[in-house]
């Protein structure tokens, strides 16, 4: 990117207000790093606006002057997407922040792009309702970013993923139209759907400004249990045991291998153990229901599991706190691998039949590779879909480890492609996974989606570089 003339930088000032137009390096920073260090951008300038309105004319204006902006939430994107890789100009929409509308009758919110996640949950509960989004980040990601990275997280089991969330959409276009597509139906047959473009598109083709979600039941009894189990394939037993008892009451069924429950326990501060012994493999896994049945059909999921030798040990949440406890500990997983050096990333998806048969052929893969590489996988089996992640071995240099990320990457996505799955379920390509999207995906998708992109966004104003 050129250097953003002042009298241009001038411009976009007066759109925001001097208070939200960011020069200074210092505060430009956090904008331009990332939560794992993976990524650091630069940018000239960060633009804060506080309406529709306001991003609408900086999309006018930087389609005047071929302006390459990033769109930004909370900043807690995994893959580089939200990361100015090349001087482009950072559109944050945190001061979007409102809640338009809750429409109980109708189960409905209409949030803007800015509102975090959390908050969003909260005011639903306020209302006796439930917004089941729920991810690691939830305390700082924001709708516009889960929408555009179409987020998973726990609850995707009974709930769907973001997309299956959101009923319609406020879109701010490259060119600074304004798509209103922010509908409550649940039926509207008028068309192609327009919005649903936009789910998962990274910031690619437009700037998500509002969206219209969907809110649920809020459950009477939620139940949490931990157990203990020697292998993957067990833990399938017990999910296929799990869903013909509870049905839809499964909220979330997280797989957890042993090496990541001891890094949360070793290096997140309050985490413990659950169970007296240690196991091979984990399963947390929560039941949500409407009645006061939860408990009781918990216990009978685990007593048959026991009996069919399928569980080794489990203890059920007693209260509020050892639920928090057990969440705490799969909450931490992530950055309980910091500690341990390098960590090379994956986040897969394969049928969920596949999942136990993916893990032993990517563990002997991974460390036939590089000897005394230590898998640390963990996820959301019953989305047949793991953070597949691999520790360096004890020892070695970080810096030589992670030079070998794309090789690592080979074997895997092998491995991925060949069972029918994914090579990104939940975080989105970004950067990270651009280069590989074109080897991996349907030609003709692929054509589509350059397409798509040239129609919404000639001028590659639009987070250029990313997912394409
Ligand atoms: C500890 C931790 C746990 C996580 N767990 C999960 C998980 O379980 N499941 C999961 O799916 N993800 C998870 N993530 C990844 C991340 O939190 C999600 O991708 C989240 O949805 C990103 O939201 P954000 O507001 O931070 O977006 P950002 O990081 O700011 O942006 C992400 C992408 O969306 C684009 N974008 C942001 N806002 C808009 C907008 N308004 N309009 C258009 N484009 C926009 C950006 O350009 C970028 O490409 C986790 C991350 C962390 C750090």
Known sequence: MPPLPPELIEKFRAIVGAKYAVTDPADIEPYVTEERNLFHGRSPLVLRPATTAEVSAICKLASEYKIALVPQGGNTGLVGGQTPHNGEVVVSLRRLDKIREVDTASNTMTCEAGVVLQIAQQKAAEVDRLFPLSLGAEGSCTIGGNLSTNAGGTAA????????????????????????????????????????????AEGTLGIITAATLKLFPKPRAIETAFVGLKSPAEALKLLTIAQGEASTALTSFELLAEMAVDFSIRHGIDVRDPLQEKHPWYVLMELSSPRDDARATLESILTRAMEEEIVDDAVIAANLTQRSGFWKLRDEMSAAQKPEGGSIKHDISVPVAAVPAFIAEADAAVVKLIPGARPVPFGHLGDGNLHYNVSQPVGVNTADFLARWHDVNAVVFEIVLRMGGSISAEHGIGVLKRDELPEVKDKTAIELMRQVK?????LQIMNPGKVL
């Open 454 to 458: 040239a129609m919404l966004d000639p």
């Open 157 to 200: 089991l009974a709930y769907g993923v973001a997309r299956e969330m959101a009923l319609g959409l406020e879109v701010v276009l490259a060119d600074g139209r304004v798509l209103n597509a922010l509908s409550k139906l649940k039926k509207d047959n008028t068309g192609y759907n327009l919005h649903n473009l936009f789910i998962g």
